[in-house]
């Protein structure tokens, strides 16, 4: 339901009563992914999508019942082989979603919804299989692993639940966790669906080149906080990028050295000069981001490549680089070259193979990869 938060957060600052359907499980191939909601207020306005409209009527009517009769509620939709005009998935996946009501002023659902609103690092967990007296009970879990509300009021089950949403906040994934009842660790009657709620991946753009102002745009689109950095004031102006969140101006290895980076940000080097490329490269090839791309040509990669090695870059290092950057879809224009290297970055997440789907006989929708290590190579 944090994918629909802005929404939320103002229906419940106008005093609204709705009900919200969340995919908590996906199997097969399906349109949206766990965490994916479509919520219904009690004037039927609807907002948000949990199947990109195979199954949102369906949907739709669950959440309206839950406004009626105040119970939380589980369904599943899946592809019916002998009645292909049935409710469910034409794809051929199944989605399990918890539907849950939700009265104005509830307080741990509404600092679920203000956390992710601000961007505040959140964890909104959620008895998503178990007893009916527990179904749609909810924590939230912030990332010093204080936490608010109740699975039960039961001590020992909140402080195991909070753990494991801690554990996933850590490393900004939605997900779920098998509890006992009793709060033991050990797989048993509950299913607890976590939702993480954590600022925007970081994009930083190298390179203040005239491909880089439709990057800018393309990873904007895409929902990062985007920097660009380059050395040269003259180029790195707001005029040249209007869309970018920040513009450094400093030498880019010396700023990626002292700026904070995760499990989850890009960096793109679009500068092609060996001054700005190689000490850049140097330090960001040591650090476990999500993404390292460079531009240039396949002469400028090989070039590239040797001087690193001279530099004392492990092979192991190496193979992180995404050199030339982006995907081959031919592209020559600015706009074009932007789409090639969001693909490609799009692709390492979700595990894509960048090949066309006409014909592959590959699965349609990948499960997210796990985060890089948090170590590598001395």
């Known amino acids: 339901m944090l994918d629909i938060a802005a929404d939320l957060h103002q229906w419940s600052r106008e005093g609204r009563d709705f009900a919200v359907a969340t995919v908590v499980r996906v199997g097969g191939s399906a349109p949206r992914g766990p965490g994916a909601a479509l919520a219904v207020d009690t004037g039927g306005t609807a907002i948000g999508s949990v199947s990109g409209g195979c199954v949102e009527g369906e949907v739709y009517e669950l959440c309206v019942q839950a406004l009626q009769d105040g119970r939380t509620a589980r369904g599943r939709f899946g592809y019916s082989d002998e009645d292909a005009f049935a409710v469910g998935l034409t794809c051929g996946g199944v989605l399990d979603v918890l539907v849950t009501p939700v009265r104005a002023g509830a307080p741990v659902l509404a600092a679920a919804v203000e956390a992710a609103v601000h961007g505040e690092p959140a964890a909104l967990a959620r008895v998503a299989r178990g007893p009916d007296y527990l179904l749609g009970q909810a924590l939230l879990v912030r990332a010093d692993g204080s936490y608010e509300g109740t699975l039960g009021r039961r001590p020992e089950l909140d402080r195991v639940a909070a753990a494991e949403a801690r554990a996933l906040l850590d490393t900004g994934r939605t ?112 650090l476990p981001v999500a993404y390292i791309g460079a531009m240039g040509s396949r002469r400028t990669h090989e070039d590239r490549q040797r001087r690193l090695r001279e530099a004392g870059l492990t092979d192991r290092e190496l193979n992180r680089l995404h050199s030339p950057i982006g995907l081959d879809l031919g592209a020559r224009t600015p706009e074009e070259t932007a789409l090639s290297i969001v693909a490609e970055i799009v692709a390492e997440r979700r595990g894509g193979t960048g090949t066309r789907l006409t014909g592959a006989g590959t699965p349609i929708h990948h499960d997210a990869r796990e985060p890089l290590p948090t170590s590598v190579d001395p």
Not at 212 to 237: E, I, N, S, Y
């Open 175 to 286: 997900g779920s966790a098998e509890l006992a009842e009793d709060g033991s660790g050990c797989p048993g009657g509950l299913t607890l669906f976590v939702e993480c709620s954590v600022p925007p991946p970081r994009m930083i753009v190298f390179g203040a080149v005239d491909f880089a102002t439709a990057l800018v745009r393309a990873g904007k689109f895409l929902g990062h906080h985007v920097t660009v950095c380059d050395a040269r004031p003259v180029f790195a102006t707001r005029a040249r990028f209007p869309d970018a969140d920040d513009l450094v101006v400093d030498w880019p290895h010396r700023y990626l050295a002292s700026t904070a980076t995760d499990a989850r940000t890009v960096l793109c080097v679009l500068t092609h000069d060996p001054r700005f490329d190689i000490p850049l490269l140097e330090t960001a090839l040591r």
